[in-house]
């Protein structure tokens, strides 16, 4: 279609790097791929981290690799952002000077 898109993610690789190569390596994949990208983004996004987060653990214990990650990722669509995070990977918007609140991290001591 004619509307413009992109893609940004940054991972944090926690008891070695293998989950965040991976992540970085897939995620973007899963993203564009999926069937609701169009119609809801917002949809794509959690299915994708899902999808991305199952296909490393079958590899995992295939490999018996023992790394995770958290992550963050954001997708514009036109003229629309939207956000998605696994773990306590935070993001910031600054607009016009000013730090806005997208999300509340996860914390261990946070239901």
């Known amino acids: 279609d004619d509307v413009d898109r992109a893609f940004f993610a940054v991972f944090d690789g926690h008891g070695g790097v293998d989950a965040a190569n991976y992540s970085a390596t897939h995620l973007h994949v899963n993203v564009g791929l999926h069937q609701e ?31 995770g990650t958290t992550g963050v990722s954001a997708l514009i669509v036109g003229n629309k952002l939207h956000i998605a995070w696994l773990g306590d990977s935070q993001v910031m918007l600054v607009q016009q000077g000013k730090a806005v609140t997208l999300m509340e991290p996860h914390k261990p001591e946070r239901e």
Not at 38 to 67: G, H, I, W, Y
């Open 37 to 67: 990208i169009v119609k809801n983004p917002a949809e794509a996004l959690k299915c994708s981290f899902q999808k991305t987060d199952e296909m490393f653990l079958f590899k995992a214990k295939r490999e018996k690799l023992r790394s």
